[in-house]
């Protein structure tokens, strides 16, 4: 069982920065692809940034050159730099931690509670 929680979330103007982490306990989190995703009200669930257990990193089109994923395994977080903060990022972010073990096979799928993130003048 893998707990993930989110931290870093707030209230920034159009064009600053945030750093969310999502630290995990439990288990060792580089075992898993790890992704961070948002909800805006009214929208569904979006895939905003994903690294791999291998290390490799993706991104939404939406976020590509702002944000950066990247994750410390020895404090055990993933985070998500974001910079140039426009009102559209404004979203609950949550993070994901998903991997499918051979044997079973199974679906290991784990989210945290999520951190809101308001960008706003």
């Known amino acids: 069982q893998v707990q993930l929680v989110e931290s870093g979330g707030g209230l920034v103007q159009p064009g600053g920065s945030l750093r969310l982490s999502c630290a995990a306990t439990?288990?060792?989190?580089?075992?898993?692809?790890t992704g961070w995703y948002r909800q805006a009200p009214g929208k569904q669930r979006e895939l905003v940034a994903i690294?791999?257990?291998?290390?490799?990193?993706n991104y939404a089109d939406s976020v590509k050159g702002r944000f950066t994923i990247s994750r410390d395994n020895a404090e055990n977080t993933v985070y998500l730099q974001m910079n140039a903060l426009n009102p559209e990022d404004t979203a609950v972010y949550y993070c994901n931690a998903r991997r499918i073990a051979v044997v079973g096979p199974r679906l290991y799928d784990y989210w945290g509670q999520g951190t809101q993130v308001t960008v706003s003048s």
């Open positions: 690294i791999t257990s291998g290390g490799s990193t």
């Open positions: 439990g288990s060792t989190i580089s075992m898993y692809n």
